[in-house]
């Protein structure tokens, strides 16, 4: 099946992106992660949700994590964030190292987490109105940030009233006013129907261009991972740990053709072989029982 | 046809909501129903109905109990008193010479009208001794000038005041107990309707008894019903407030801090399944009569379940909103005011909604403790003299205070919490301006915090 398929492999870079990898290797690192080990105690004993993870982000890249379900994304996106601290191992952002969570890494969650008690504008002066900024200077912030987002017309309206796409732009915004130096995203568009997920994608992308931020994208879609990131990092499951830190072969800027581009499939193709080993699971007969004589059109 | 037919379907669906007109409809109809059926059961007249509820006063001889208007008995002794009064009639009529009475029995005899007049309003209830009035009912119905209706007199009563009061007429014009005949006079006939027990008085008595209650002027030093209902106010309202005042702070304070809630909670949840009643006599001793020992019941009744409660709330608020405020660089104490105190708002206002409905059933005891007051003592006092008529006004008066509130209480949580849903603009800007003030002390407050 695979021989049917004539893709280049992953490894190969054209020129441009080649050029393009060595000078972001050049930038300054953003966040540098090292050894970092977590352990969670159970009654049932200790569960190992990530072992000795390590790798480093530069400046303003764009950086995916994928892993199947339980390799621990979600709780790397935590301890990244702060939110929970590591067993071992430690986590530095420019240097600095993570203690807490702080206003200097920017969160975004799957589940959107606005306050509900708040309009678009009040959520995302939040931020800034938390450091001690004036309202009037908090509110101007605000106006600017909704509008790279593009909800200047939704700016008195409650989340409540918004679609699950326009709450995870305002989620955007909220984190971004708060000039964050990494940003991080818990699959924040995974509860988003498949043509949103598009669209918002292109926006997010469009967003990264246009601030000076550096995201670590947590999903588990792997097009989406290929769509928008510089690198991914794949994680195995139980325990969570790299198991590969791979280079898009795909050149920016990117649009929704190159979906279908050789260099795009055989990338994708790679990390489904990493994450779904063929012979595995995907290949098993399941078995169903068979109610109807067979049909040779219904195959 | 058509119309009609579509009129009846649709009414029983699985899970389905009603139309708004059809939910109106019903709601209307929960508050018909009972009292349709009370209508029912007081009016028609062959639907239960044990009793015979008189209209004048009765007495026989050879019995010492004398019933008054309003008594109720039961049909069987009716018939027996009906039989027996007449027989003395005819026995009197009959002798030769009459026998002697007293003047003092023929004055008693007299006042057995008095009950008409009062129905009539031709006397206030407070006058039903009043002779010299009595008297000229006598004359007035017996020449006809005035015609009782609301009761009527029997054509067998109407006869026997006329045969009195040709006995009585030749002798004084007025009132004057000197001047009463020494020979009995006839007895008027018990005169009775079918009635249901005293328990249950009909829709109309019970409207007529409370708007005289509620219009009445009170005797110096006794205090008028609203008076009554203000104090009661007064007391729940106090109760509740302070109950608030300590029950949400340390209720929000359990929530959040995990401190708070192992030093606190399980000392409350012992406290609270000790009925707060069982401390009236305590809080009486220790508070002194007046209203402290009653706010304080209320107090007691509320607080407890009101930390737990709150507690329960807070805890409610979805952790992730604090986890976001985290990443968004809220201190502590910005995540406590910030974040868990809107973000519970509209839960905790639904709390303290229903915890004031629990709040009326501590002021019901609590006005019975230590020196009665407001309208339990009201309803205790009328009860005992098995004045149902009255009692049960009030009654209906409490239900309505507690439900009309929760029904605005209601109304306002979508003003007041525009984001849960159903908001108007109008209502918005009428709470943005009341709570102006609030906003420029946060704007101050938020000043003084940032460092210039």
């Not at chain 1, 732009?169 to 708060?178: E, T």
Request: one cysteine or more.
């Amino acid at each position: 099946m695979a021989a049917a398929l004539q893709l280049p492999s992953y490894l190969d870079q054209s020129p441009e992106v080649a050029a393009r990898f060595e000078r972001l290797r050049q930038r300054p690192v953003a966040l540098e992660v090292s050894g970092l080990t977590k352990t969670f105690e159970t009654t049932r004993g200790t569960v190992t949700a990530l072992s000795d993870v390590s790798f480093s982000v530069h400046k303003r890249e764009f950086m995916c994590v994928i892993g199947p379900s339980g390799c621990g994304k979600s709780t790397l996106a935590r301890v990244l964030a702060g939110l929970e601290a590591p067993t071992s191992g430690d986590v530095r952002v420019y240097g600095q190292p993570v203690s807490g969570p702080g206003p200097d890494r920017g969160m975004v969650f799957q589940s959107y987490t606005l306050f509900p008690w708040q309009t678009v504008k009040q959520n995302v002066m939040f931020g800034p109105l938390m450091a001690g900024a004036s309202r009037n200077s908090a509110e101007s912030e605000a106006r600017q940030w909704i509008e790279l987002v593009g909800l200047t017309k939704f700016e008195n309206a409650y989340p409540q009233q918004l679609s699950g796409g326009m709450k995870q732009r305002v989620a955007i915004a909220r984190a971004l006013a708060n000039q964050p130096r990494v940003l991080f995203m818990d699959e924040p568009f995974g509860a988003l129907d498949a043509q949103t997920r598009c669209q918002m994608q292109s926006h997010l992308l469009d967003i990264w261009k246009n601030v000076d931020i550096t995201i670590v994208f947590i999903t588990h879609d792997l097009d989406e991972a290929v769509f928008l990131s510089d690198r991914i990092l794949v994680l195995d499951p139980h325990p969570g740990r790299v198991r590969e830190m791979i280079e898009v072969p795909v050149p920016r800027p990117r649009h929704n053709d190159q979906l279908f581009e050789p260099s795009f499939m055989a990338v994708r193709k790679h990390i489904d072989n990493l994450i779904h080993p063929p012979g595995q699971e995907h290949h098993k007969e399941s078995p169903v029982l068979r109610l109807v004589a067979r049909d040779p059109d219904i195959v | 046809m058509r119309p009609l037919a579509s009129l009846f379907k649709g009414w029983f669906l699985i899970r389905r909501d009603l139309s708004s007109s059809r939910r109106l409809f019903l709601s209307a109809v929960s508050f018909v129903l009972p009292l349709a059926l009370w209508c029912l059961v007081s009016y028609v007249d062959w639907i239960w109905h044990p009793d015979i509820k008189l209209q004048l006063s009765s007495e026989r001889e050879g019995n010492s109990t004398v019933f008054t208007a309003g008594d109720h008995i039961s049909p069987g002794y009716y018939q027996e008193m009906v039989v027996a009064t007449r027989a003395e009639n005819t026995r009197l009529l009959a002798s030769t010479p009459p026998p002697k009475s007293s003047k003092r029995a023929n004055q008693k005899l007299l006042r057995q009208l008095a009950p008409v007049a009062i129905s009539h309003d031709w006397l206030p209830y407070t006058e039903a001794q009043n002779d010299a009035a009595i008297y000229h009912l006598w004359r007035d119905i017996a020449t006809g000038t005035k015609i009782p209706t609301d009761p009527a007199l029997t054509p067998e009563n109407l006869d026997i005041v006329k045969k009195n009061w040709a006995q009585l007429a030749p002798l004084t014009a007025d009132f004057s107990l000197a001047s009463l005949p020494e020979t009995p006079l006839l007895k008027l006939i018990p005169q009775g309707l079918p009635a249901n027990p005293v328990y249950l008085p009909a829709p109309h008595e019970v409207w007529r008894s409370g708007w005289r209650d509620f219009k009445a002027v009170p005797p110096e030093g006794e205090l008028s019903m609203t008076q009554r209902y203000q104090h009661s106010l007064r007391v729940i309202l106090l109760g509740f407030f302070w109950a608030c005042v300590v029950g949400v702070p340390i209720g929000i304070l359990c929530g959040v801090f995990d401190f708070f809630s192992k030093l606190f909670e399980p000392f409350v949840d012992f406290f609270r399944y000790m009925p707060a009643p069982t401390f009236s006599t305590l809080l009486v001793a220790v508070l002194l009569a007046g209203d402290a020992p009653k706010i304080a019941l209320v107090f007691i009744g509320t607080v407890f379940q009101m930390i737990l409660v709150v507690s329960k709330t807070t805890r409610l608020l979805d952790p992730s909103l604090l986890e976001a405020a985290q990443t968004l660089g809220a201190s502590p104490k910005q995540m406590l005011t910030r974040v868990v105190i809107p973000g519970i708002l509209p839960n905790l206002y639904n709390d303290l909604r229903i915890l004031l409905g629990w709040a009326w059933t501590w002021l019901v005891i609590a006005e019975l403790i230590g020196v009665k007051s407001g309208l339990t003592e009201f309803i205790e006092t009328q009860g005992r003299f098995r004045n149902f008529d009255r009692v049960f006004p009030v009654i209906i008066l409490i239900g309505v205070t507690g439900f009309v509130t929760d029904q605005i209480l209601s109304w306002l949580h979508g003003i007041i919490f525009p984001w849960t849903g159903r908001g108007n603009p109008i209502a918005q800007t009428f709470i943005r301006f009341l709570f102006w003030p609030f906003r420029q002390i946060s704007k101050l407050s938020d000043r003084a915090g940032t460092p210039t």
